[in-house]
């Protein structure tokens, strides 16, 4: 562990003390809340002969003034059986307006490639018209800083048919070659899913299609490692929460 | 001597007698438990009484003492609160409010004197009990004659009986405000208003919603329950029996979780005699609108040798509840089509003063700011209101928007409500404003002051609250004994509150002065300002909360002190 993890172990370890307390005052009233949800979990089918498992979920604990959530994302290749990414988040988040709560923590991944350590703060809410927003940002512990925003919108064609538009966009301050990713815009992905809620909301199976695409120098890398630099999917898959 | 011996016993026996009729108590043993409750041939688990959900009525007479004894069969705290009844606070039976609540296995006493009469109900303070089933009836005969006349009578307890348990509803709302509402608009919706109402407007209106993050169907925010009628959903019927020609007294109880009722008996015209217990001077309507934890009692008088349904829709048309009133056992009437165009809030649900609509200030619009008395407000011309002028809102076709038609001279709804209820037969609908009391509970005398409570909320993190606090952050409400004190509310939320005072009653300002009705329960709709007076009679402690189980366990909740008084009286029952 080098200083910078243990800082931020050391931070979040504080964060989760203050965390626990509150729960523990605010318990005798019954007001801590939990919830688990898996936003995407599905198969997606590429038009070069890719199958992959993607799932991207989160869960939380906590009361209206604090949460602790985990968020979760990963990539498995099912033709090469190997995992592509695998990225988990832990925050802590709190509101900061009536529609955004503002959230900070550790980001830790661990794909097939090296191992990183990040630490994030970010934003994650309603915003105006609708759009589900959460942006953050990331300084890893090599001292490279990138940022993530995804935004998505539900499209009601009933109240049970539900079409979700949804797009991610990647920039990266510095290059991590090491991770392949460059400075400058990094890579988007755009989303189409239409879902039906089958049990509640708790089961919603969706089809849907996905577009990737890298850019600038992190696509240079992508062809250097001899990997795609765009892709589409036609995904299938379940949407939980529970 | 003999003489004197002789009237020292008869003394002695007429003061028993005395203090017999005094003491004379009314006892009724309670068992809380874990109960199966059938929803159409399916099996649910919830809580009840006496091994039933609703649980018994409870019959009682005015003057009488009751005595119940409640046993707590489940494996958590339980409480009963007798809704509505004026009582010692230790009695009350809110757990950490008025005593420690019923720990499992044990069995605590109530033991009160009954001082009023009319319909009342009772139900769990603990937890989500009351959602999940724990709810029943009270019945308490007058001393005195009533000032009308009926042949029979019907207790009628309406309940929103939902698939989850009152846990996982409130998981669920907090995970995401808007998991229960399956009324949103749809793009369907959205084409047909660029129809009917032109795209631009309908962008106008979108916009103006979407940039607050509102929707004007949150009317509901809990769907997807079952109705219920005594119990019995409309499948299963729930039959009361008449005579034809006679005067039956219904006496209605809102019993649900979350859930506004319309009221109406198709075919029949209902006299309200009485609203929260409290006799009311008789009202003549076609059909009125039951808020959560409200009572009114109504005379029918069935004239046909046929059957009649009960019909109670919910306030957003989500789910209703029916049964049947039939001369003889196994009729089943015909229940009317649920009606299911949903009403649709507007921007003066939203209390006007929000976004940027520029000259909405509510506390300048004349008639409308606190401390106004209301009795003086007789025929308030809504259009002469300073800074009202619609046409100038922005995006806001007013002549256009649903429900924009009923009449708007309710100052009970905000001025363009879309919640103004219609009448299914195009007849009377009963307003607060219709309540007179039969007999004033108190003499009037102005209040010595006001207190100002703002209904407040987060819809979307499913946050409520009162002048933004929530209850496990706010101070109590602290009164003084013997005085008289005014309560304003101005509701901020897109939401109707029904506000409910534990302990003393409620005087609700309608504008009749002496004649304003007492109540228990008083309903605020969205964008509105509405006061009651309370004579602060009782010491000790109080609750005072949205009914609305979800509201009050998000915070919509205070605790209310009463300081001084006899000291005896508050304390003198408790066991």
New interface residues.
């Given amino acids: 562990m080098n200083s910078f993890t243990r800082t931020i172990t050391l931070a979040c370890a504080t964060a989760l003390a203050a965390l626990t307390s509150t729960t523990a005052s605010a318990q005798s009233k019954g007001l801590v809340y939990y919830g688990f949800q898996m936003e995407e979990l599905e198969y997606r089918a590429g038009d070069e002969g890719e199958k992959l498992l993607v799932w991207d979920g989160d869960a939380f604990i906590g009361t209206d003034e604090l949460k602790l959530r985990w968020l979760g994302s990963g990539e498995q290749d099912l033709g090469e059986g190997k995992l592509g990414k695998l990225e988990n988040r832990l925050v802590l988040q709190t509101p900061v307006s009536d529609f955004f709560d503002i959230k900070g923590g550790l980001r830790y991944d661990s794909p097939d490639g090296p191992n990183r350590v990040y630490g994030v703060v970010g934003l994650a809410g309603l915003a105006k018209q609708w759009f589900e927003i959460d942006a953050d940002l990331f300084v890893s512990e090599k001292g490279d800083a990138s940022a993530r925003l995804d935004a998505e919108y539900e499209v009601l064609l009933t109240n049970w048919l539900i079409l979700t538009p949804s797009a991610t966009f990647g920039i990266a301050a510095t290059d991590d070659r090491e991770a392949g990713v460059g400075a400058g815009l990094s890579d988007i992905e755009v989303g189409l899913r239409l879902s039906y809620d089958v049990v509640d909301r708790m089961i919603s199976p969706y089809v849907g299609i996905v577009y990737e695409r890298k850019f600038g120098k992190t696509a240079g890398f992508a062809r250097d490692e001899d990997e795609a630099v765009d892709s589409t999917f036609a995904v299938v898959g379940l949407r939980l929460q529970f | 001597m003999k003489f004197r011996s002789l009237y020292v016993v008869a003394a002695t026996l007429a003061l028993t007698a005395v203090s017999m009729q005094q003491s004379q108590a009314v006892e009724y043993d309670l068992t809380v438990d874990r109960v199966a409750i059938d929803i159409d041939g399916e099996t649910t688990y919830g809580i009840g009484y006496n091994g039933a959900s609703p649980g018994p009525v409870l019959r009682f007479r005015e003057g009488e003492d009751a005595v119940i004894r409640v046993t707590n069969n489940l494996d958590e705290t339980t409480s009963i609160h007798w809704h509505g009844l004026i009582l010692p606070y230790r009695m009350d039976g809110v757990p950490t409010i008025s005593f420690d609540g019923i720990a499992p296995g044990e069995t605590f006493t109530y033991r009160f004197p009954v001082r009023q009469n009319g319909t009342y109900w009772f139900h769990s303070h603990s937890?989500f009990q009351e959602p999940d089933g724990a709810y029943g009836s009270i019945v308490i005969e007058p001393e005195s004659r009533e000032p009308f006349r009926f042949d029979r009578e019907h207790v009628i307890i309406l309940k929103d009986k939902h698939p989850?348990s009152g846990d996982r509803i409130?998981?669920?709302l907090?995970?995401?405000a808007d998991?229960y509402n399956?009324?949103?608009?749809?793009?369907?919706d959205l084409f047909s208003d660029f129809r009917d109402k032109g795209i631009e407007a309908t962008v106008a209106d979108r916009?103006a919603w979407?940039?607050m993050?509102m929707v004007p169907t949150d009317i509901e925010d809990v769907q997807?329950f079952k109705g219920l009628i005594n119990g019995k959903t409309p499948a299963q019927n729930w039959t009361g029996l008449f005579n034809p020609g006679e005067r039956v007294r219904l006496r209605f109880i809102n019993a649900s979780a979350m859930t506004y009722f319309d009221v109406r008996i198709p075919g029949l015209e209902m006299l309200v005699v009485q609203a929260d217990g409290n006799n009311v001077q008789p009202v003549r309507v076609d059909e009125f609108r039951i808020a959560v934890a409200e009572t009114y009692d109504v005379i029918i008088q069935p004239k046909e040798d046929r059957a009649y349904a009960i019909m109670a829709e919910s306030m957003g048309r989500s789910g209703y509840a029916a049964a049947t009133l039939a001369p003889r056992d196994g009729m089943k009437a015909d229940t009317p089509a649920p009606r299911t165009k949903t009403p649709l809030l507007t921007m003066a649900d939203m209390g006007m003063d929000h976004g940027d609509m520029p000259g909405m200030d509510h506390s300048k619009m004349q008639g409308m700011n606190k401390g106004v008395d209301h009795s003086t407000m007789k025929g308030m011309d809504h259009s002469k209101m300073q800074k009202m002028d619609h046409s100038s809102m922005k995006g806001m076709d007013h002549s256009k928007m649903q429900g924009m038609s009923n009449k708007a001279d309710d100052p009970f709804y905000a001025t363009g409500s879309g919640l103004v209820p219609a009448a299914e037969n195009g007849g009377r609908f009963l307003s607060y404003a219709d309540l007179k009391a039969q007999k004033p509970r108190y003499k009037l005398r102005p209040a010595n002051r006001e207190i100002e409570l703002r209904l407040t909320g987060?819809m979307?993190?499913y946050?409520w609250s009162i002048n933004g606090v929530?209850y496990?952050d706010a101070d109590p409400i602290r009164l003084q004994y013997g005085e008289r004190v005014r309560i304003t509310f101005i509701n901020e939320t897109m939401m109707s509150h029904p506000m409910h005072l534990h302990g003393m009653w409620s005087i609700l300002d309608n504008g009749n002065g002496k004649w304003n009705p007492v109540k228990h329960t008083v309903n605020v709709n969205p964008g509105t300002t509405v006061s009651f007076e309370t004579e602060v009679d009782e010491p000790g402690q109080w609750a005072f909360h949205c009914h609305l189980s979800y509201h009050a366990?998000a915070g919509m909740f205070r605790k209310v002190i009463v300081e001084g008084g006899p000291k005896s009286a508050s304390t003198s029952t408790i066991n």
């Fill in positions: 937890g989850h409130m998981r669920n907090k995970m995401s998991y399956r009324k949103q608009q749809t793009l369907g916009k979407g940039d993050r997807g987060n979307e993190r946050v929530k496990e366990a």
